[in-house]
């Protein structure tokens, strides 16, 4: 499944949550959602560059200081110098997504204008490794008032992927901050996430993501 249609689904799941809570039900659930950047660590960091990534999150209020989430997360690098020479191709970039099961313990109650959480999951994690090179593509290119004509711009090709899909785990820390009097809170968080392999090393990283939960 491509990246766009994991992210609309998760998307359409996270606006039709509400629909048909009353404000009690709501409250017992949670969603949020942020970016930011990705670095490679141990073995990872000898062939990574440092990324980015997105996440997405929703789940249960068990208690004002305990949430049973699901969680989405995707990571993207891309290769550096020195992994580019192993394979000799001009370019190349690894891809992980991942879903778990992800329990988030608060340090103060929920509704704390300032509070501070435990977190930390597991679950199925989906890696993708693609090598490029450049080539000339030709297509066609329509404007209103000059008509159709071909044009050529230069593009990356995949000469060569694999892809595998391991089970992994990840536990990490982060702080929120409510805003105002409603219920939506600014959150950074750091978690440190492990992808296991059957050949070499496992995979891990730590991302960094700044979001809003609700």
């Given at each position: ?10 998307c ?9 809570l ?15 950047f990705?670095?490679p660590?141990?073995n990872?960091?000898?062939s ?6 997105i ?7 068990a ?7 699901l969680?989405?997360n995707y990571?993207r ?7 580019l ?9 690894v ?21 501070a959480?435990l ?9 993708n490794?693609?090598?490029t090179q450049?080539t ?5 290119f ?10 050529t ?26 805003l105002?009097a409603?219920?939506?809170?600014v959150?950074g968080?750091?978690?440190?996430q492990?992808?296991?392999?059957n050949?070499g090393?496992d995979l ?11």
């Amino acid at each position: 499944m491509r990246l766009s249609s994991i992210i609309f689904l998760v998307c359409l799941f996270t606006l039709c949550l509400p629909v048909g809570l009353s404000a009690q039900g709501w409250d017992k659930l949670n969603i949020s959602a942020g970016g930011g950047f990705s670095e490679p660590v141990e073995n990872a960091g000898e062939s990574l560059d440092t990324g980015w990534n997105i996440d997405f999150r929703g789940g249960y209020n068990a208690t004002h200081r305990l949430a049973l989430d699901l969680d989405f997360n995707y990571n993207r690098w891309n290769l550096n110098s020195a992994a580019l020479a192993r394979f000799g191709e001009p370019g190349g970039d690894v891809s992980v997504w991942s879903i778990s099961f992800q329990p988030m313990q608060r340090l103060l109650p929920r509704r704390s204008p300032l509070n501070a959480y435990l977190t930390g999951g597991f679950g199925l994690y989906h890696r993708n490794l693609s090598l490029t090179q450049p080539t000339t593509v030709t297509s066609l290119f329509c404007d209103p008032f000059f008509g159709c004509f071909p044009v050529t711009f230069t593009a990356d090709q995949v000469v060569a992927s694999v892809n595998n899909w391991k089970p992994g785990f990840n536990a990490g820390a982060g702080v929120e901050a409510r805003l105002g009097a409603s219920r939506a809170r600014v959150f950074g968080e750091a978690r440190y996430q492990r992808m296991f392999t059957n050949h070499g090393a496992d995979l891990t990283f730590v991302p960094v993501t700044f979001g809003i939960r609700w």
